[in-house]
């Protein structure tokens, strides 16, 4: 018997900016990833921060991505051959309103949308779409600093209407911005904050996150009055917090840390700023600032669904300094000794997944739907009987232990909507803009100075999933 739900979405998430490319074709903007330099985002965003006055260059893998502009008919049957139920992908707002802030949508990327969303529905495969995947139109990182603008509210708002009226029938999941919380390590990537981070107050970067998390309650509302068949949904970094020591100093450190991800989920589940958040607003010295209707947009209009990217956890003390760092996806930590670490140094903890599930579970009682999950690793391609191919038993031990503490939580009582693989086809990683962190069940011949045929090849893993799939997870146990 299988521990999934009969329904359960089982699939692979992308995002636009790191695979789609065709950075400059049908009347597409520029975004905040198109001047990203190679190397992706740096350890601070201020090194970032010059580009933004530069055009793109050449040097930067995510212009040309993997071209699944052009291939994503090749693509997308490749996921129906896996049995994906699910694709995530995210909508390059930069398509549909290339500047950010026009009046008129660009119709040539509304079309994209659609070829790509027909295509879908051809094999039955239901899309989940981000609105906003770190990929802000450039000119309002550059004329309004981003987020931290007031303004950008009515330009998401006019963006977002415009594409759930065009998509209302053709998708019904929506997540309004990736890993919301991120905006404050990244400011610029996530939020399309143009002020360097030594230069940014806290009192702008919490403004800003007001700002977004007030365009996501609008968003919802928007999207349930034009279609009150969707879901729609927030999405945070998750990393559940481990103290280093039973010290309650350490304890109360982890507790700390994590609030600062909470604080993200709270306001989306519960629709207002939890109690503990003005303590920390208070001493440093920061004062939201609330327009007539903020709070009533946020009472009234909770998310259906939480959806999440989980890679690791993270340890936390009250003395980091005396500790070995680890390294992370943006959130630190301390180096976890009971873990092992991919390639790319990110600790992998499979029953991290399962605590994460379950204090957001007992934290909301909504249904949760995990967005993101995956190793990095480097491929070997080989030639197999069937063509060129990679061994990858490593990426299959990685989500086959994963996958078995998500059945462990579905037992323990938590409702869970699907799971969409990070990257199931070979794209360029954000953090590091390299094609040789790959992800994919599919393999792409891109190297990481650009050179290769694009040709995609099924890896070992790939076979894997759609066992995993057709069996509805039940050969995770064999
Ligand atoms: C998540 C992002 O943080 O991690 C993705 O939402 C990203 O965009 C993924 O690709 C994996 O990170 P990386 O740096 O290995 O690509």
Known sequence: MSKFPKEFLWGGATAANQYEGAYNVGGKGLSVQDVTPRGGIPVSDNDLNPFITELPTEDNLKLEGIDFYHRYKEDVALFAEMGFKVFRTSIAWSRIFPNGDELEPNEEGLQFYDNLFDELAKYGIEPLVTLSHYETPLHLARKYNGWVNRDLIGFYERYVRTVFNRYKNKVKYWLTFNEINSVLHVPFISGGIATPVEKLSKQDLYQAVHHELVASALATKVGHEINPGFKIGCMVLAMPTYPMTPKPEDVLAAREFENQNYLFSDIHARGKYPKYIQRF?????????????DKELLAENTVDFISFSYYMSSVQAHDPENYQSGIGNLLGGIANPYLESSEWGWQVDPIGLRIVLNNLYDRYQLPLFIVENGLGAKDVLIEGADGPTVDDD???????????????????????????????????????????????????????????????????SFYWYKEVIESNGETLYD
């Not at 607003?281 to 209707?293: M, P, V």
């Open 394 to 460: 490593y990426r299959i031990d990685y989500l086959k232990k994963h996958l078995q503490q998500v059945g462990e939580a579905i037992e323990d009582g938590v409702e869970l909507l699907g799971y969409t693989t990070w990257g199931c086809i070979d794209l360029v990683s954000a953090s590091t803009a390299q094609m040789s962190k790959r992800y994919g069940f599919i393999y792409v011949d891109r190297n990481d100075d650009g050179s290769g045929t694009l040709n995609r090849y099924k890896k070992k």
């Open 281 to 293: 607003f208070k001493e440093n010295d920061i004062n939201i600032k609330f327009e007539s209707g």
